[in-house]
């Protein structure tokens, strides 16, 4: 079975300010996708970014970037120039094991 | 636009009903999912289908029960069975089986 850990219940930024979310997961497989999703507290949920396991080169969608460690099975998300609508729960989730399983969550609070 | 689309947004249910929840989806994907969200929580599998006509139990499927027989939809019903439906939930598509989800906007479902 696959588990997601995110260790961080809360995180505070400033605005302008970086920030980085911590995830780990475990599995034993070796081709999987890895995924940040955002949910405001509309509730919806949004695909912030995603990489693929076999891809060393860390995907970056305009401020969000992570840093992929494949052997220490750890996909930190970092949002630089942090902005007040960033403020909501950010959610790791792997699809290895043909399911997505998802972290508890990291509430995001951005102090302007 | 296409999109994932659930109804009703808030539905309320009595002792010992069963209710159904809606999702429709335009967007030819072949995946869809169910999943439950309790407060403060991260999300739990329900079901989820890869094909018309055919369904997977998720983590957590025990007085639930779905369908599938057009590739846009994919109802959920809550049955009696389930002793503690209050919960949000949220059902999300994908192109392939493991590919990124994409998730409608959610139903809140409390008891009378």
């Known amino acids: 079975a696959q588990t997601v850990t995110q260790s961080q219940p809360e995180m505070s930024v400033q605005e302008a300010e970086t920030v980085t979310l911590s995830c780990t997961y475990d599995t034993s497989e070796s081709d999987y996708y890895l995924f940040w999703y955002k949910q405001p507290p509309s509730r919806q949920m949004i695909l912030v970014i995603r990489?693929?396991?076999?891809?060393?080169q860390n995907a970056t969608e305009n401020r969000f970037s992570v840093n992929f460690q494949k052997a220490a099975k750890s996909f930190s998300l970092k949002i630089s120039d942090s902005q007040l609508g960033d403020a909501a729960m950010y959610f790791c989730a792997t699809n290895a094991g043909n399911m997505l399983t998802f972290g508890g969550g990291t509430r995001l609070m951005v102090k302007p | 636009d296409g999109g994932i689309t659930q109804s009703p947004k808030y539905l309320f249910r009595k002792e010992g009903q069963n209710v159904t929840l809606s999702c429709e989806q335009n967007?030819?994907?072949?995946?869809m999912y169910w999943y439950r969200q309790d407060p403060g929580q991260g999300l739990r599998l329900i079901y989820y289908?890869?094909?018309?006509?055919?369904?997977q139990k998720g983590d957590i499927a025990e007085g639930y029960s779905v369908s599938r027989e057009k590739k846009e939809s994919f109802p959920l019903t809550v049955t009696s069975a389930q002793k503690n439906p209050t919960a949000f939930y949220l059902c999300?598509?994908?192109?392939?089986?493991?590919?990124?989800?994409?998730f409608g906007d959610g139903t809140r479902l409390s008891i009378l």
């Open positions: 999300a598509s994908s192109m392939w089986e493991r590919g990124p989800q994409h």
């Open positions: 990489q693929e396991a076999y891809k060393q």
């Open positions: 289908s890869q094909i018309v006509n055919d369904f």
């Open positions: 967007l030819n994907h072949d995946a």
